[in-house]
């Protein structure tokens, strides 16, 4: 039965990707803020779901995390967990507390992740970072909610740039999870 650990499982993109990979035979460690949040999902799936507290920037909670499942085998590690920040904030008044938060979740967060937990990954294993259209540079041809000067996107580019860094760095870790 194949392995993965789905960061940020709560609700939306996360937990149905949980409830899809169950749902296609896969084991899950499902990772919440909140256990509440999953607990009607044992019942239907059982021992196939696992279910983990973390919080992405609790660097020491990621070590306690990556120490609880040490031996176990991913075949898939999916960093899904993401905020969307102050999205149609003028840039003067973004507040630099925030604006910081944005960055620890969506870019370094999930590029510790990764790094932390590769020696888990199988030798054909596949790492993952959800990652937003929003986030692309390329795509930037005038800013996406905001008419010029365009305001801090919703994942500055790094979204990008963090998965391909892990995939450039574990060569052998792929890029899309799903079939
Ligand atoms: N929905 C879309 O159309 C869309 C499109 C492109 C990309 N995305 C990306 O896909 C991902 C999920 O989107 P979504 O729409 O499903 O978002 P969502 O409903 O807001 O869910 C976000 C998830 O991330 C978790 N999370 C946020 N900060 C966290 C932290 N510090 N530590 C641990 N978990 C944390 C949340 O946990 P809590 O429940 O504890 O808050 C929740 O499980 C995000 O990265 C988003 O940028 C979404």
């Not at 993401?82 to 003067?92: D, E, K, L, M, R």
């Not at 590029?111 to 929003?134: E, N, P």
């Amino acid at each position: 039965m194949p392995t993965a650990l789905i960061i940020g499982a709560s609700r939306g993109l996360g937990r149905a990707l949980a409830e899809e990979h169950l749902k296609r035979g896969w084991a899950v460690i499902a990772t919440v803020r909140d256990v509440a949040a999953l607990a009607d999902l044992p019942a239907a799936h059982g021992a196939a779901l696992r279910v983990e507290t973390l919080d992405t920037i609790d660097w020491a909670g990621v070590d306690a995390l990556h120490g609880r499942l040490a031996g176990t085998v991913l075949d898939l590690l999916f960093v899904n967990a993401g905020i969307s920040g102050p999205v149609t904030t003028p840039i003067g008044a973004v507040e630099p507390g925030a604006f910081t938060e944005l960055m620890l979740v969506n870019a370094l967060a999930p590029l510790r992740i990764i790094d932390r937990f590769a020696d888990l990954l199988a030798a054909d294993g596949t790492a993952a970072v959800m990652t937003s259209g929003l986030g692309s540079i390329a795509n930037n041809n005038g800013g996406v909610r905001q008419p010029r000067p365009a305001p801090p996107r919703r994942k500055p580019g790094l979204a990008d740039g963090r998965a391909r860094l892990g995939a450039h760095r574990y060569g052998r870790a792929k890029r899309n999870a799903l079939d």
